[in-house]
T-cell receptor
Framework: GNSVTQMEGPVTLSEEAFLTINCTYT??????LFWYVQYPGEGLQLLLK?????DKGSNKGFEATYRKETTSFHLEKGSVQVSDSAVYFC???????????????FGQGTILTVHP | KAGVTQTPRYLIKTRGQQVTLSCSPI?????VSWYQQTPGQGLQFLFE???????NKGNFPGRFSGRQFSNSRSEMNVSTLELGDSALYLC?????????????FGPGTRLTVT
């Protein structure tokens, strides 16, 4: 079946540091890939997505590129802020014939803490 | 436009009881999915409904069930509650089934089983 593996956390950084959170996946077919963020006490917010190989998703300074050859979708940000402190989830959904199955398969989440 | 709303936000139940959680999707969204989030198992897919039909189901026992109404609102029911059912239950909605439609999540219902 499908699976998503994220780097072990937690990750602690100083403000303005460079962030990388690794994500690799196993899937049949050609999944869509996502990064979601969860702030304390809240639900998940979509951060960015990519639907085909070599696509780059970007939002709020975060970027991730869909690498089919390495089955990876690593999240990066050049300069993190204290407000970026949250839990980050990598996820995939199966796609067949342009239709996405509603099931998202998530990684275990990576806790990011940014200190001033 | 209002986001996905879930009620109640917090719930405390006793083992053996049953519980019903409600989810109102974003206006115009016809698909609703449910997820369970626990510290041990992470985020796991429960089921998806589209046009009042269950379209996909995760690996959960039959005690977990759901339905969707004609206005796209959805309910999830858990019968004979167990301690292990304590979790954050998240609902997500999307416009339709095309892969370009992303899922928008609600704030969740925190269920505690004692």
């Amino acid at each position: 079946g499908n699976s998503v593996t994220q780097m072990e956390g937690p990750v602690t950084l100083s403000e303005e540091a460079f962030l990388t959170i690794n994500c690799t996946y196993t899937a049949t077919g050609y999944p869509s890939l996502f990064w979601y963020v969860q702030y304390p006490g809240e639900g998940l917010q979509l951060l960015l997505k990519a639907t085909k190989a070599d696509d780059k998703g970007s939002n709020k300074g975060f970027e991730a590129t869909y690498r089919k050859e390495t089955t990876s979708f690593h999240l990066e940000k050049g300069s993190v802020q204290v407000s970026d402190s949250a839990v980050y989830f990598c996820a995939l959904s199966e796609v067949a014939g342009g239709t996405s199955y509603g099931k998202l398969t998530f990684g275990q989440g990576t806790i990011l803490t940014v200190h001033p | 436009k209002a986001g996905v709303t879930q009620t109640p936000r917090y719930l405390i139940k006793t083992r053996g009881q049953q519980v019903t959680l409600s989810c109102s999707p974003i206006s115009g969204h016809r698909s609703v999915s449910w997820y369970q989030q626990t510290p041990g198992q992470g985020l796991q897919f429960l089921f998806e409904y589209f046009s009042e039909t269950q379209r996909n189901k995760g690996n959960f026992p039959g005690r977990f069930s759901g339905r969707q109404f004609s206005n796209s609102r959805s309910e999830m029911n858990v019968s004979t509650l167990e301690l292990g059912d304590s979790a954050l239950y998240l609902c997500a909605s999307r416009v339709g089934l095309a892969d370009t439609y992303e899922q928008y999540f609600g704030p969740g219902t925190r269920l505690t089983v004692t």
